[in-house]
């Protein structure tokens, strides 16, 4: 089934999208009250649906609170749609999620003050608080400066949105796999005296140690799946994308996902960073990460470009251009490709298009995950 003919049909309509026509106020209104309905799921099944790590560093009376302040948005963009647009349908989709939410006990949901840890679980609480926090980032920035026109439902949004979508769900089998390479088979290799010193080292030098180790074995292993046949098939769904904005880096083979994060762990494990600056780096490989990824027709100097991966820079190694194949590995230093001969940065030049030129991948997230082994 086409998602994105399905949301098009639901929602879609010929009405303009610009301000003052409810159509943010009614896409607001939908978002919230998804955010609002699945909050409430959690406060009612915390066991099945939470991760405990998270579960630990939110403080419930906040959480609650912030329920009530989602539900009561949500009815009232919704309302604000509803009165605006001719067409009602996400005006009333919103205010109908707000009444749902509401309806099973909104913020006021019951829930032990201890909360059993699950043998499994979903990280659908993890889920939330990114959606949240990238969908309400970036998507302003690329609606304020867009370097195309696209818009936030984009041909392949859907794809992209379930990748995130379960990336973030089984975030504990995730995790598990990724930090096995590092604590079962490279266990052995464990040095207390690195460790020590490592761990001696100013807290900005650690970020930074982190920061550069962990690129130079992304840059080597994203090379690989660029290099080695058997490989690629798998890095090739990430560059099945043919739009670029904050949700197209969610599109990646959890083959690629956890080949690669997990070798990129396994240094650091072995050095023993500490647990401050070693969160400071996921926090910003996070964040960085969709940013490069995103529709924002951001010009930096050039000096800034040669130092950090800027969208430029990262949007030409998604480009369709034949003088951009292979180019741009690194995710976080543009100087390592200047290193090992494969940078490709032309001044003040975007790419003319994205995807792949001599490769189709089919829609669709449960088509791309068996792609691969088909191929």
Request: aromatic content about 14%; some cysteine; hydrophobic content about 55%.
């Amino acid at each position: 089934m086409d998602l994105d003919r399905l949301f098009q049909r639901v929602f879609g309509d010929a009405e303009p999208e610009h301000w003052g026509t409810g159509w943010i106020s009614g896409t607001l209104s939908v978002f919230l009250g998804v955010l609002g309905l699945a909050a409430v799921a959690c406060l009612i099944w915390p066991q099945l649906l939470t991760s405990p790590d998270v579960r630990a560093l939110l403080p419930l009376t906040w959480v609650r609170a912030s329920i009530e302040v989602l539900i009561g948005l949500a009815f009232l963009f919704g309302l604000t749609s509803s009165l605006l647009r001719r067409r009602k349908v996400l005006g009333f989709t919103g205010m109908g999620l707000a009444l749902a939410a509401g309806a099973l006990g909104g913020g006021h949901v019951g829930v032990p003050s201890e909360v059993p840890t699950a043998t499994a679980y979903l990280g659908l609480d993890w889920f939330l608080l990114n959606l949240a926090l990238l969908a309400l980032l970036f998507a302003p920035l690329e609606r304020l400066w867009p370097l195309r026109p696209q818009g936030v439902f984009r041909a392949g949004w859907t794809t992209d949105g379930v990748y995130f979508l379960v990336s973030h769900l089984l975030v504990q089998g995730t995790t598990l796999l990724t930090l096995m390479p590092a604590t079962v088979i490279f266990a052995w290799a464990v040095d207390p005296g690195v460790q020590e010193f490592v761990r001696s080292m100013p807290f900005v030098l650690q970020c930074l140690a982190c920061a550069v180790i962990a690129d130079i074995v992304q840059y080597t292993v994203h090379r690989l799946f660029h290099r080695l046949r058997w490989l690629w098939p798998f890095h090739a769904v990430h560059h099945s994308s043919r739009n670029m904005d904050w949700l197209a880096g969610s599109r990646l083979h959890i083959v690629d996902v956890i080949v690669t994060r997990g070798l990129t762990f396994v240094p650091l494990f072995l050095l023993g960073f500490e647990a401050a600056p070693l969160y400071t780096y996921l926090v910003f490989v996070s964040l960085h990460a969709v940013f490069i990824h995103a529709n924002v027709a951001w010009h930096f100097p050039r000096w800034f470009e040669a130092v950090l991966v800027t969208p430029r820079y990262h949007h030409w190694h998604h480009a369709l251009e034949a003088e951009a194949r292979d180019r741009n590995f690194a995710v976080h230093f543009p100087w390592i490709d200047r290193l090992f001969g494969s940078w490709h940065a032309p001044a003040g030049r975007w790419p003319t298009a994205y995807g792949l030129a001599d490769e189709v991948v089919p829609e669709g997230y449960l088509a791309q995950f068996v792609y691969p082994i088909r191929k």
